[in-house]
């Protein structure tokens, strides 16, 4: 059996590769012995971190320094792409080599699955990709079959209709919180193809506690201080008439967020990256290094890229977590310290919702440092009552796994009958 994983965004942001692991691990238990393919934009660097996966290159895909170049060649990709969906090809052939053997590798899968994420709504220009990808197997009458993906919304009628085309047409759809499975119902997929089920990090929860103690020594030396951790990401505040302002406040307000909790706790903010550089992508070490600097005396800042099993680890020795990007949230949830999440998409909302946390939620938007920091003491100083809290809701979160596996399974045999 050929499986094809699309919608992979993978081993540059630590949440991804905790998605790609986790839906390849569902994927292994279900098909036991099956070829597993993944499409990503950098299969080289895909290969190191899962090198048991055939990786092909995505369709579109540039490395040029040349914005131009680059553009020219993405659109060129997809647009040639686009055509041979719309004449329901299966063999591409007027695309370049490499190309064309990840478009037949999809037409004449067994399988293609969207890998779990959030990459199925419009403010990331992937969305164009990873639908076409997915056109090329509905097309063939391929079984798609959509991991646990935060869905919405569509800003633009064409990436809304081309999503719900491709939504209707596959075997099954797992949303990963209601709000998901609130639009994919607006876009009319049936409700015996919709399921929710949890995030799939929140299943992958081994941590490296060893390495990440190591770590915690060589940034604090002898005397490690009471800690909380956050992360931070470059939003681009859609639909805001000045976003770099916007991004400008909100940095400066995590920064003296930080400056509050120690103040009212003694608790120093360890600044931590989720995501690592690579060619033609750069990460957030900058980021975390400029909103560290400006905290002063109440920061620690982690400078280095992390595994996501050494990231879970050095999470865990925190009193408390505040972060914006979702999946270092999880991570905390996971080795079950509180939660406090700056949301900037439903999907931290909804997550949050189903950790049974939602009283630590802020909005990206207009949030402010003495109401958030209020937060993050309460959450800090509680820390062992969510802890049994925690340990009580993956307790009853943990039979999902073989939920969705059954249901993936109904939902592709079905499909094929």
Request: aromatic share 8%.
């Amino acid at each position: 059996m050929n499986i094809i994983l699309v919608g992979v965004n993978g081993a540059l942001n630590s949440g991804d590769q905790t998605l790609c692991s986790a839906t390849l691990r569902l994927l292994r238990e279900i098909y036991p012995g099956a070829h597993l393919s993944g499409v990503h934009r950098n299969p080289d660097l895909q290969a190191r971190h899962f090198p048991d996966v055939e990786w092909l290159p995505q369709i579109g895909a540039s490395f040029s320094n040349n914005t131009i170049r680059r553009r020219f060649t993405n659109l060129h990709g997809l647009g040639t792409t686009a055509v041979h969906v719309a004449l329901r090809s299966s063999s591409g052939a007027a695309l370049p080599a490499a190309w064309r053997h990840t478009y037949q590798s999809i037409a004449r899968a067994d399988l293609v699955v969207g890998c779990a994420g959030g990459w199925l709504e419009d403010h990331y220009v992937s969305i164009w990709t990873n639908l076409i990808h997915l056109s090329i197997a509905t097309n063939n009458h391929v079984p798609v079959f959509i991991a646990p993906q935060s869905i919405g919304p569509f800003r633009h009628m064409l990436s809304r209709r081309l999503a719900g085309r491709v939504l209707r047409n596959a075997a099954g759809v797992a949303a990963r919180e209601e709000i998901s499975q609130g639009y994919a119902r607006d876009l009319e997929v049936p409700e015996k193809k919709l399921r929710v089920f949890p995030d799939l990090a929140l299943f992958e929860q081994e941590a490296d506690y060893a390495e990440a103690d190591e770590l915690i020594d060589r940034l604090c030396g002898p005397n490690i201080p009471p800690m909380t951790g956050t992360t931070l990401m470059p939003w681009s505040f859609p639909g805001s008439s000045n976003p770099s302002l916007e991004l400008e406040r909100y940095l400066d307000k995590v920064a003296a967020t930080a400056k509050l909790v120690f103040q009212q706790s003694g608790l120093k903010t360890l600044f931590l990256r989720q995501i690592r550089d690579d060619k033609g992508h750069c990460g957030d070490g900058n980021l975390v290094r400029r909103v560290g600097e400006a905290a002063g005396e109440c920061a620690i800042v982690c400078p280095d890229y992390l595994e996501p099993g050494v990231l879970r680890g050095i999470i865990s020795r925190c009193q408390a977590f505040w972060g914006t990007r979702l999946h270092s949230n999880i991570f905390a949830a996971t080795q079950r310290v509180p939660v406090v999440a700056i949301a900037y998409q439903h999907k931290a909302t909804g997550i949050m919702k189903m950790l049974g946390m939602s009283e630590y939620v802020v909005n990206i938007d207009d949030f402010q440092p003495e109401s958030l920091a209020r937060l993050i003491v309460d959450a800090a100083g509680r820390k062992e009552e969510w802890r049994q809290v925690l340990n009580r809701r993956f307790a009853e979160l943990e039979p999902e796994w073989g939920h969705l596996k059954s249901f993936m399974i109904e939902a592709v045999s079905h499909f094929k009958q």
